[in-house]
C-alpha cells in the first residue's frame, strides 16, 4: 500500500481532504483494475482465438472446427474481464461501503450472466451444427430442439439477472411468477404447442426433413424443408412455400408418402373401360392370331387344354360348345396385360401386380391395372404410367375389343354421313 499512501500525501499537499482523497484512492484502484482485467482478456481471447484455432486446424476431425468455432471462443473470452473485476474488487475495497461499488459488482454480475447465456446459446448452435450434419440425424427436427432449448435458456437466464438486478433469490422470485403462470402460458400458447407437438413428432417419427407429405385442408403437398418450434415449412411442387403450426399435423391428418419413398415402388391404380358390346367369345381363327403374339402363346395352349379336359370331364362336345367352356377376348386381353406388365422392365414382380374388372357401369366395363414402378421419382414414374396406357389402348383393336369413349361431334357426323 506504499503507493496509495505516496498519493495520499500527494494530495494532501495539494489540499485536498482525507475524504476527497479516499474518493481519488478507490478511482484509481479501480481504473487499475479494469487495466488488469481488459489486459487479461485480450491475452486470454489472443491464447483462445489464436492458439486453440492452431491446434483444432491439426486434428483429423471436423466436429471440432464447428464445436470450437469463432463465435463460441468470443462469447467465452468475454466473461474473463467481468470475472476478473468481481473477484478483485470485494477484496480490493474491503471494508468500504459505498452504493457505486455495489452497483459495479452487479453490473459485472449480470454482465458475466449474459456472457455465459450467449455462450452456452452458441455452443449450442455449435452441437445443432454437427448433429445436423450425420446422414442418421439430418432428417431429425432438431432445429425445433435447438428452439426449444434456446427459449428454456434465456427465460431462466431472464429471471437469474432480474433477480441480480434486484438483490432477490431466483428460486423465490421464480415462485412469484406462478401467479402470471397463466399470462405466460397465453402469451406463449404457440410455443408450448409447438414444443409438445414436435416432440410428439420426432417421438412417433411422424414427420421429418426431406418428407413428402400431402395436407390438402392447408394447401401443402410437397417436400417439407424445415421443422422449427413454431412452423413445419412445405415446400409444394410449385415451388411456393406452405407454413403449417406442428400441432395441427398432431391434431389434424395428413399423407406422408415416406413409406412408399422408402419401399422402392410406387403404385400404379389406373382404369379403362371397355366396350362391352365388344366382348365375345375367341372363334378358332381369333385364338391363331393371337398365339402369334409371343406373350399369349404359352397361355392360350395351356388354357385350350384346359377347357378340353373340363369339357371332355363334364361330356361336352367341342364342336358344340353351347353350353361348356370358351374363351373370350376380354379374357385373353387380361392375360395379355399380365404377362406385358411381369416382363416389362420398370414395373416389380415382387409387389402386387393385378389385372381386374371392376363393377360394369354404364360407360362400359372397367379393366384396372394395379401395379407397382421400380422408381419413386415424379417424372420416371408418370413416364411408366404413360407408356403402358400408350401400349393398352395402342393394342385394344388387335383383341377385336373396343374402348369405351363418349360420343363426339366427330362420331355423330361420321354416322349422319
Given at each position: 500500500?506504499?503507493?496509495?499512501?505516496?498519493?495520499?500525501?500527494?494530495?494532501?499537499?495539494?489540499?485536498?481532504?482525507?475524504?476527497?482523497?479516499?474518493?481519488?484512492?478507490?478511482?484509481?484502484?479501480?481504473?487499475?483494475?479494469?487495466?488488469?482485467?481488459?489486459?487479461?482478456?485480450?491475452?486470454?481471447?489472443?491464447?483462445?482465438?489464436?492458439?486453440?484455432?492452431?491446434?483444432?486446424?491439426?486434428?483429423?476431425?471436423?466436429?471440432?472446427?464447428?464445436?470450437?468455432?469463432?463465435?463460441?471462443?468470443?462469447?467465452?473470452?468475454?466473461?474473463?474481464?467481468p470475472?476478473?473485476?468481481?473477484?478483485?474488487?470485494?477484496?480490493?475495497?474491503?471494508?468500504?461501503?459505498?452504493?457505486?461499488?455495489?452497483?459495479?459488482?452487479?453490473i459485472?454480475?449480470?454482465?458475466?450472466?449474459?456472457?455465459?447465456?450467449?455462450?452456452?446459446?452458441?455452443?449450442?448452435?455449435?452441437?445443432?451444427?454437427?448433429?445436423?450434419?450425420?446422414?442418421?440425424?439430418?432428417?431429425?427436427?432438431?432445429?425445433?430442439?435447438?428452439q426449444?432449448?434456446?427459449?428454456?435458456?434465456?427465460?431462466?437466464?431472464g429471471?437469474?439477472?432480474i433477480a441480480?438486478?434486484?438483490?432477490?433469490?431466483?428460486?423465490?422470485?421464480?415462485?412469484?411468477?406462478?401467479?402470471s403462470?397463466?399470462?405466460?402460458?397465453?402469451?406463449?400458447?404457440?410455443?408450448?404447442?409447438?414444443?409438445?407437438?414436435?416432440?410428439?413428432?420426432?417421438?412417433?417419427?411422424?414427420?421429418?426433413?426431406?418428407?413428402?407429405?400431402?395436407?390438402?385442408?392447408?394447401?401443402?403437398?410437397?417436400?417439407?424443408?424445415?421443422?422449427?418450434?413454431?412452423?413445419?415449412?412445405?415446400?409444394?411442387?410449385?415451388?411456393?412455400?406452405?407454413?403449417?403450426?406442428?400441432?395441427?399435423?398432431?391434431?389434424?391428418?395428413?399423407?406422408?408418402?415416406?413409406?412408399?419413398?422408402?419401399?422402392?415402388?410406387?403404385?400404379?391404380?389406373?382404369?379403362?373401360?371397355i366396350?362391352?358390346?365388344?366382348?365375345?367369345?375367341?372363334?378358332?381363327?381369333?385364338?391363331?392370331?393371337?398365339?402369334?403374339?409371343?406373350?399369349?402363346?404359352?397361355?392360350?395352349?395351356?388354357?385350350?387344354?384346359?377347357?378340353?379336359?373340363?369339357?371332355?370331364?363334364?361330356?361336352?362336345?367341342?364342336?358344340?360348345?353351347?353350353?361348356?367352356?370358351?374363351?373370350?377376348?376380354?379374357?385373353?386381353?387380361?392375360?395379355?396385360?399380365?404377362?406385358?406388365?411381369?416382363?416389362?422392365?420398370?414395373?416389380?414382380?415382387?409387389?402386387?401386380?393385378?389385372?381386374?374388372?371392376?363393377?360394369?357401369?354404364?360407360?362400359?366395363?372397367?379393366?384396372?391395372?394395379y401395379?407397382?414402378?421400380?422408381?419413386?421419382?415424379?417424372?420416371?414414374?408418370?413416364?411408366?404410367?404413360?407408356?403402358?396406357?400408350?401400349?393398352?389402348?395402342?393394342?385394344?383393336?388387335?383383341f377385336?375389343?373396343r374402348?369405351?369413349?363418349?360420343?363426339?361431334?366427330?362420331?355423330?357426323?361420321?354416322?349422319?354421313?
Amino acid at each position: 500500500m506504499e503507493l496509495f499512501e505516496l498519493i495520499d500525501s500527494w494530495l494532501m499537499a495539494c489540499g485536498l481532504t482525507t475524504s476527497g482523497a479516499d474518493r481519488i484512492d478507490q478511482f484509481i484502484v479501480f481504473a487499475l483494475l479494469l487495466l488488469v482485467a481488459f489486459g487479461v482478456d485480450f491475452i486470454c481471447r489472443f491464447i483462445l482465438l489464436r492458439v486453440v484455432a492452431a491446434v483444432v486446424k491439426r486434428t483429423r476431425a471436423t466436429w471440432d472446427d464447428i464445436l470450437f468455432d469463432r463465435s463460441v471462443l468470443v462469447h467465452l473470452s468475454r466473461m474473463v474481464a467481468p470475472l476478473v473485476l468481481s473477484v478483485t474488487l470485494p477484496m480490493a475495497f474491503a471494508g468500504v461501503e459505498s452504493v457505486a461499488l455495489t452497483l459495479v459488482q452487479r453490473i459485472c454480475d449480470v454482465f458475466i450472466l449474459v456472457t455465459f447465456l450467449s455462450f452456452v446459446n452458441a455452443l449450442l448452435k455449435a452441437i445443432y451444427t454437427v448433429y445436423s450434419s450425420k446422414e442418421q440425424l439430418r432428417n431429425r427436427p432438431l432445429k425445433g430442439l435447438l428452439q426449444t432449448a434456446q427459449v428454456a435458456l434465456w427465460f431462466v437466464g431472464g429471471i437469474v439477472i432480474i433477480a441480480t438486478l434486484l438483490n432477490k433469490d431466483a428460486l423465490s422470485l421464480l415462485a412469484g411468477l406462478g401467479a402470471s403462470a397463466a399470462v405466460l402460458m397465453l402469451v406463449f400458447k404457440d410455443s408450448i404447442m409447438g414444443v409438445v407437438s414436435g416432440v410428439q413428432l420426432s417421438a412417433n417419427d411422424m414427420l421429418k426433413v426431406g418428407d413428402w407429405i400431402a395436407m390438402p385442408k392447408y394447401g401443402a403437398d410437397g417436400t417439407v424443408i424445415e421443422v422449427t418450434l413454431n412452423t413445419v415449412k412445405v415446400r409444394n411442387w410449385d415451388n411456393t412455400i406452405t407454413t403449417i403450426p406442428p400441432y395441427l399435423l398432431v391434431s389434424d391428418s395428413f399423407q406422408n408418402w415416406r413409406g412408399m419413398q422408402e419401399s422402392g415402388g410406387r403404385r400404379v391404380k389406373r382404369s379403362v373401360n371397355i366396350d362391352m358390346n365388344s366382348v365375345r367369345f375367341c372363334t378358332p381363327q381369333m385364338l391363331d392370331k393371337y398365339r402369334r403374339i409371343k406373350l399369349l402363346a404359352d397361355y392360350i395352349d395351356h388354357t385350350e387344354q384346359v377347357i378340353k379336359e373340363y369339357n371332355a370331364a363334364q361330356e361336352i362336345d367341342n364342336s358344340v360348345l353351347v353350353n361348356g367352356r370358351r374363351q373370350t377376348n376380354l379374357g385373353v386381353f387380361r392375360a395379355y396385360l399380365n404377362a406385358y406388365l411381369r416382363n416389362l422392365p420398370g414395373v416389380r414382380n415382387d409387389m402386387t401386380l393385378l389385372v381386374r374388372h371392376l363393377q360394369p357401369t354404364d360407360h362400359g366395363i372397367p379393366i384396372e391395372l394395379y401395379f407397382f414402378t421400380r422408381t419413386t421419382q415424379w417424372a420416371l414414374y408418370e413416364q411408366i404410367q404413360a407408356d403402358v396406357f400408350d401400349h393398352l389402348l395402342a393394342i385394344v383393336p388387335e383383341f377385336d375389343l373396343r374402348v369405351f369413349q363418349s360420343p363426339t361431334g366427330a362420331d355423330l357426323k361420321n354416322v349422319k354421313s
